[in-house]
Each structure stands twice: as structure tokens, then as C-alpha cells.
């Protein structure tokens, strides 16, 4: 018995102009994210960059897969286009990586950008992914009888919609551990955001 292969009409106008008008729409939607993060009290040295500046430009390198350097044209474009008041070195960017102060805010960033969504998605699904860190672990194998390299990597564990894809919940841990112990976490983050899970 012959079985035919299904197929879907692809809406192409659509399709072209999302595609377009996809990286003008990301940096309108992340300006619009990052304008409303309060910036905290200085009492000493020297002025720093605005919060909502570290964390567009952050998010901004992460998404043009550019290297720091290639990246600095962006960054100077998007001062122009009035998204950020200070155009940071791509050194600096770097250290915004780094620093532990954003990651609280960043995860708040994501469950904020996921909320236009609440009429729509009801089913969610946990997974996660690997990101590659600085750093490498060394250890013995006595199968090869020689010592193996391998970078280090840290995990995201996500809540994300099944029929949208956006994602409501993150949480990072290191490589070894588990989904199971962070599902709860991020099942009720999800709800508290006010989603209705089915």
C-alpha cells in the first residue's frame, strides 16, 4: 500500500517579510524590554553605563553571532537609531557577560517578553541545552590511556510553549545536573506569570 508524503503551502510573503524585517523588529521589542529596567543608585566612581544599555547590548551581541569587534558597527548604529545613550567598547560587552548583577533581571527579561503570548499557548514542555564556557576539563582515560580534553559547558533548563515556542522560565546549572529538580521551578514561575497550563 503506497502512503503519500504530506505536505503544507508555505505562505511565502509572510514568510519573506518576517524574515526582512526581523532584526529592525528584535532590536524595537528588546529597546522596549530593556527601557523599563530602573536603573540602581551610584554613590561612588566613576559614572558607569546605564543598566538598560549593558543589557541591550548584551543581548543584542548574543543574537548577531558577530565577534566583539565586528559587533562595535551595530552597537553604533543602534546609538543612532536612539536604542542606546552610550555606545560601550566590545571589551566591556564582554565583561557584561561576566557579571552575575544581570542574570536576575535577564531571567525577569524573558519571563516579559513571553507574557503577549498568554491568550495563546496553554501546553508547555521542559528541556534543556548546552552552552559552551570558558574553560576546559582534563581528566585520565585508561580505555585510551591518555588524558582527554573537553570544553566545559554549562545548562539551560527551559519551560517553552509547544505551540509557539516562546519560552516562560529559565533556569542555568552546571553540565551534570539533571531537568527533574528544576521542572517544578519552572512549571510555577510559568503560572505565576499568569499562562493557563493544560
Not at 7 to 24: D, F, G, H, L, M
Not at 25 to 54: S, T
Request: contains cysteine; proline residues 5%.
Amino acid at each position: 500500500m503506497e502512503t503519500s508524503r504530506q505536505t503544507y503551502r508555505q505562505n511565502w510573503v509572510s514568510y519573506t517579510a518576517a524574515q526582512v524585517n526581523e532584526k529592525a523588529k528584535f532590536l524595537e521589542l528588546l529597546y522596549a524590554l530593556c527601557e523599563n529596567v530602573a536603573e540602581p543608585p551610584q554613590r561612588m566612581g566613576r559614572p558607569r553605563i546605564p543598566l538598560a544599555d549593558r543589557l541591550f547590548s548584551s543581548v543584542f551581541k548574543v543574537y548577531s553571532t558577530l565577534s566583539g569587534r565586528r559587533f562595535t558597527s551595530d552597537l553604533m548604529e543602534a546609538k543612532r537609531r536612539g536604542y542606546l545613550s552610550t555606545v560601550p567598547t566590545y571589551s566591556a560587552v564582554f565583561r557584561y557577560f561576566e557579571s552575575e548583577e544581570l542574570t536576575p533581571i535577564l531571567k525577569q527579561l524573558i519571563i516579559e517578553s513571553s507574557l503577549p503570548l498568554k491568550s495563546v499557548e496553554e501546553n508547555f514542555a521542559a528541556d534543556s541545552t548546552g552552552f559552551r564556557v570558558k574553560g576546559y576539563s582534563t581528566w585520565f582515560s585508561t580505555k585510551y590511556d591518555r588524558c582527554i580534553d573537553k570544553s566545559e559547558w554549562v545548562k539551560c533548563h527551559v519551560m517553552c510553549g509547544t505551540l509557539t515556542n516562546v519560552v516562560t522560565a529559565v533556569e542555568v546549572s552546571s553540565r551534570k545536573d539533571h531537568d527533574s529538580p528544576y521542572f517544578p521551578t519552572l512549571l510555577d514561575r510559568t503560572a505565576e506569570s499568569g499562562f493557563k497550563i493544560k
